[in-house]
């Protein structure tokens, strides 16, 4: 069963083998126990965020809701990152963005202190997609996004420098954030470093 593919095991967790889910989670949960922790620096913080996570999964798999197509690991990853987020919102600790350029990165607010070769060459890509999907994104929304997470303008001066209201700025920003969700799902974007 260890040689199995990660979509045979899951296929085979679904139809009711309760040792396949096992021989997933050991043969990943290194790997994602390690990003957890490079993202809160607590252990017991880690324990719960990962804990949590296979809860998701376990959930998501019974429900019949999985289809990543054999791309096991980064949806798992995609998981854990979205409840890395919850937490940080919870806890009112979301990074603040600082960059020295212009142009916004989205690894500026991750951030990951060292990496090797293989992870800065994953980040630049990663950030080179999300750049070109924001391109994508209808002209006002754009705008007000590049204002916003860019230059760090807040809505009110977003609001006058765009010559509309603060509640249109919010309105704008809300959907370019829907809107890039929504790309990132479709083209299957996984944001992890």
């Given amino acids: ?45 880690t324990e719960d965020v990962f804990q ?6 376990i959930n998501t798999l019974k429900r019949g809701k999985y289809n990543e197509e054999g791309k096991f690991l980064p949806w798992v990853m995609r998981i854990s990152y979205n409840l890395l ?12 963005f600082e960059s020295s350029n212009e142009e916004f990165d989205i690894f500026d607010v991750l ?3 060292e990496q090797n070769i293989e992870d800065s060459m994953i980040k630049n890509q990663i950030t080179n997609e999300v750049r070109l999907l924001i391109e994508k994104l209808p002209e006002e929304q754009k705008e007000v996004l590049i204002m916003r997470l860019y230059k760090d303008l807040s809505f009110k001066e977003i609001a006058e420098n765009t010559d509309i ?26 944001l992890i470093s």
């Avoid at 957890?36 to 017991?44: A, G, L, T, W, Y």
């Avoid at 949590?52 to 999964?57: C, E, L, M, S």
């Avoid at 700025?169 to 974007?189: F, S, T």
Wanted: aromatic share 8%; proline share 1%.
């Fill in 52 to 57: 949590d996570t296979f809860i998701k999964v």
């Fill in 1 to 45: 069963m260890k040689k199995k593919e990660d979509s045979i095991l899951v296929k085979d967790y679904i139809n009711g083998n309760e040792r396949a889910l096992e021989v997933l989670i050991n043969r990943h949960q290194q790997q994602i126990f390690n990003f957890i922790f490079s993202k809160v620096r607590d252990r017991e913080v």
């Fill in 111 to 113: 951030g990951n202190g």
């Fill in 85 to 96: 987020i919850d937490y940080f919102r919870k806890n009112k600790r979301i990074p603040k």
């Fill in 165 to 190: 209201s603060i509640n249109t700025a919010l309105g704008r920003m809300r959907y370019a954030i829907i809107n890039l969700r929504k790309l990132i799902e479709k083209h299957q974007i996984v």
